[in-house]
């Protein structure tokens, strides 16, 4: 799921397992115009999200994570 407004866009990853304190088993990486996240050890199980080729600049600098007991926002 994805939400978006004037400034920002919000990508929703649901994941059953993930819980608030796995925040440091998950690493992001932005690019202009690119998003990797990696989420280690998650009940056992590794995943990654590799988006290429945005449709809009990002500013990397500006770009965070969060972390919600069932989902991840980006």
Known sequence: NWDQSDNFVKLYVDLADLMTQDH??????????TLDVLMHDIKGSNYRLTIYN????????ESRHATKSGEKIY
């Open 54 to 61: 945005l449709a809009q600049k990002m500013v990397p600098k």
């Open 24 to 33: 440091e088993k998950i690493q992001t990486s932005f690019g202009h115009y």
